[in-house]
T-cell receptor
Framework: ELKVEQNPLFLSMQEGKNYTIYCNYS?????LYWYRQDPGKSLESLFV?????AVKQEGRLMASLDTKARLSTLHITAAVHDLSATYFC?????????FGTGTSLTVIP | GAVVSQHPSWVICKSGTSVKIECRSL??????MFWYRQFPKQSLMLMAT?????????EQGVEKDKFLINHASLTLSTLTVTSAHPEDSSFYIC????????????FGSGTRLTVV
């Protein structure tokens, strides 16, 4: 079974600071996703990364993928309060979809 | 486009009763849908893959007789929690492949089940 681990599990950061969330997975996969979840809500798609070296950016969030290291990162630049949420990575292989442990991010003024 | 509607949003039921959750693809056909369970402050765990016109594929450790999945049409999959117990209380989310692209998945809004 494919295992997906995120680090850190909880993150409290000040507005304006930068930070990176890490997503490690145990076996090769076809693609990697990043999602955002607000409390009591479903998942909002952020990025899908398909190949080694892929980098995608949207606003203050940037995701990258290193398939050789089986590692994806979600970098937060100059955090703002609106980014407070739980972030999940998910790894897909074929039709199988495995979520990471999640990172609960709180941005404080 | 590519909206997945899930109903109900929340439900409270008594122990021993059954609850049905519906997942509909509103503007596209979904031959495959996925059901997840999420306990508070935990990640999503895939429960089963629902295939239109055939039996669902359950993940290891998920009781197929307790979590009945029916995918009778290309736009509707249902999850029935039978003989619910308090430990079944959870957030249930369905998803389907987003037809707008080959790699996207669209998630339903989720159902909060509380068994009392």
């Amino acid at each position: 079974e494919l295992k997906v681990e995120q680090n850190p599990l909880f993150l409290s950061m000040q507005e304006g600071k930068n930070y990176t969330i890490y997503c490690n997975y145990s076996t090769t996969s076809d693609r990697l996703y990043w999602y955002r979840q607000d409390p009591g809500k479903s998942l909002e798609s952020l990025f899908v990364l398909l190949s080694n070296g892929a980098v995608k950016q949207e606003g203050r969030l940037m995701a990258s993928l290193d398939t050789k290291a089986r590692l994806s990162t979600l970098h937060i630049t100059a955090a703002v309060h609106d980014l407070s949420a739980t972030y999940f990575c998910a790894v897909a292989t074929g039709n199988q979809f495995y979520f990471g442990t999640g990172t609960s991010l709180t941005v404080i003024p | 486009g590519a909206v997945v509607s899930q109903h109900p949003s929340w439900v409270i039921c008594k122990s021993g009763t059954s609850v049905k959750i519906e997942c509909r693809s509103l503007d596209f056909q979904a031959t495959t849908m996925f059901w997840y369970r999420q306990f508070p402050k935990q990640s999503l765990m895939l429960m089963a893959t629902s295939n239109e016109g055939s039996k669902a594929t359950y993940e290891q450790g998920v009781e197929k007789d307790k979590f009945l999945i029916n995918h009778a049409s290309l736009t509707l999959s249902t999850l029935t929690v039978t003989s619910a117990h308090p430990e079944d209380s959870s957030f249930y989310i369905c998803s389907a492949r987003d037809p707008r692209g080959p790699y996207g998945y669209t998630f339903g809004s989720g159902t909060r089940l509380t068994v009392v």
